[in-house]
């Protein structure tokens, strides 16, 4: 099986809500910043009063690369994207198409979830309506 991330203590909330196909994004309640990966200070001002809010869920797709050769488990080829969310933070992520080839920078995408055991795990997908 593909890996999972293994939760840290600030990461651990995330997560949690992943599992439940919930995308949610930090950010901080001093300087309205959002940000991700999750920590437990804001990387901007340095509060320390996080909240994670309901995250639109869509994106765009920045950069990529397409892997011809993947570690056990993964189906090459496949595809890793450097995604903007609509709230504003990156995210490195898996991209999930069934047309790799047509995959382009700019494309609009949306969250979608993969099933890893007990887990989910966040990956992207092309978003057929928002795109071009
Ligand atoms: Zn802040």
């Known amino acids: 099986m593909k890996p999972v991330a293994p939760p840290t203590p600030d990461t651990q909330e995330w997560f949690d809500l992943i599992d439940q196909q919930r995308l949610t994004v930090p950010r901080c309640r001093s300087c309205a910043s959002f940000f991700l990966y999750p920590r437990s200070s804001c990387p901007r001002c340095g509060a320390r009063e996080i909240e994670l809010v ?3 869920g869509t994106g765009t797709l920045l950069s990529f690369v397409i892997n011809h050769r993947g570690p056990a488990g993964f189906d ?4 890793l994207g450097m ?3 609509a709230e504003g933070p990156r995210v490195l992520t898996g991209i999930v198409t069934d047309d790799i080839d047509a995959l382009a920078v700019g494309d609009s995408v949306r969250a979608v979830f993969e099933e890893r ?8 997908a092309p ?3 928002g795109t071009r």
């Open 127 to 129: 978003d057929e309506e």
């Open 76 to 79: 090459a080829p496949y595809a």
């Open 83 to 85: 995604i903007e969310l």
């Open 54 to 56: 309901p995250a639109a």
């Open 117 to 124: 055991g007990e887990r989910r795990v966040l990956n992207f």
